[in-house]
């Protein structure tokens, strides 16, 4: 019998992330560029922001940052989890996410501690 995917209810919002909270960064292969940040919103939301690049590396990585949104939709609202976040951060841990140079990269950054 096939599985029925019940629909996961959560949406992107474009948005600032706060990079002293919990947020995950997205970059390409050894590029250290920043394509988009991704943090929990509230109700079943992420937040996402693309952040400003120079023309001449926009120029560069334009193929790149060109699918990065429906990368986003794929991973993060297709899943079909009911923790979408944590599925986020989880990604971030697999192995080719940590060792192979050639893919988009999930990086996890924990929440700042108040010093």
Partial sequence: MKKKWAPSHWKIVEGTVDTKGEYISLTFKNNPTILALVSPGEKKTFIVEFP????????KIRNVTDIVPDL????????????????AKALCTTFPQKYLPKFY???????????
Wanted: positive net charge; aromatic residues 18%.
């Fill in 52 to 59: 400003k690049m120079d023309t001449e590396t926009t120029k």
């Fill in 72 to 87: 986003l939709k794929n991973y993060l609202i297709s899943t079909h989890k009911a923790n979408a976040w944590f599925f």
């Fill in 105 to 115: 990269h999930w990086n996890y950054h924990p929440k700042k501690e108040d010093k």
